[in-house]
């Protein structure tokens, strides 16, 4: 079983749509959980960090749950420039054993008109 | 500076060539990270320094790479005797690794895009 899953898509929705993507983990010892967005021949950067009672921010709302290992992502009212890739990312910590984050693949999202 | 930077933002080698590539984290991040993204491919961990710790070289793929880091500044990452299948965007990342618990967040450089003819 792979570190951080995810599922790859594309997904392809239209502006206004609201689209939610996932990202199981296996190592239950995780402390930190990540949205990063990478634009085509870009960089990631953060979108959003994951807390364990959830957060929002705008459009976005991120969701954590230990009990089944998994964290999601939804955006609400899709923008033509939400089209990207969006990576989930998993970083044990000093409890999970390493520092070093574990990174999906990545979700692919094409909003179109 | 502000962000992560990289240099060069491009680099084409002919194969067997050493390339060397350079990365300047935030200041006083303590943590600097390497990856490398093949065309439509994840990102693949390579290696990681924290402070003046031991790095963690456990994704260099072959002896051909290696990395450097003076004190918590500048890094460099060289690649040996390049091959055809180095050729990917290097990614560098630093953040700053606090207590257990706390969110460590990575700010990446724009990447080296090496090309290796």
């Known amino acids: 079983r792979k570190e951080v899953e995810q599922d790859p898509g594309p997904f392809n929705v239209p502006e206004g749509a609201t689209v939610a993507f996932n990202c199981t983990y296996s190592n239950s010892a995780s402390q930190s959980f990540f949205w990063y967005r990478q634009d085509c021949r870009k960089e990631p950067k953060l979108l959003m960090s994951v807390y364990s009672s959830g957060n929002e921010d705008g459009r976005f709302t991120a969701q954590l749950n230990r009990a089944s290992q998994y964290i999601s992502l939804l955006i609400r009212d899709s923008k033509l420039s939400d089209s990207a890739t969006y990576l989930c990312v998993v970083n044990p910590g000093e409890e999970g054993g390493s520092y070093i984050p574990t990174f999906g693949r990545g979700t692919s999202l094409i909003v179109h008109p | 500076g502000a962000g992560v930077s990289q240099s060069p933002s491009n680099k084409v080698t002919e194969k067997g060539k050493d390339v060397e590539l350079r990365c300047d984290p935030i200041?006083?991040?303590?943590?600097l990270y390497w990856y490398r993204q093949r065309l439509g491919q994840g990102l693949e961990f390579l290696i990681y320094?924290?402070?003046?710790?031991?790095?963690?070289k456990s994704g260099l793929p072959s002896d051909r790479f290696s990395a450097e880091r003076t004190g918590e500044s500048v890094s460099t990452l060289t690649i040996q005797r390049t091959q055809q299948e180095d050729s990917a965007v290097y990614l560098c990342?630093?953040?700053?690794?606090?207590?257990?618990?706390?969110?460590?967040?990575?700010?990446f450089g724009p990447g080296t895009r090496l090309t290796v003819l």
């Open positions: 990342a630093s953040s700053l690794v606090g207590t257990s618990g706390s969110y460590n967040e990575q700010f």
């Open positions: 200041s006083g991040h303590t943590a």
């Open positions: 320094f924290q402070g003046n710790s031991a790095p963690d």
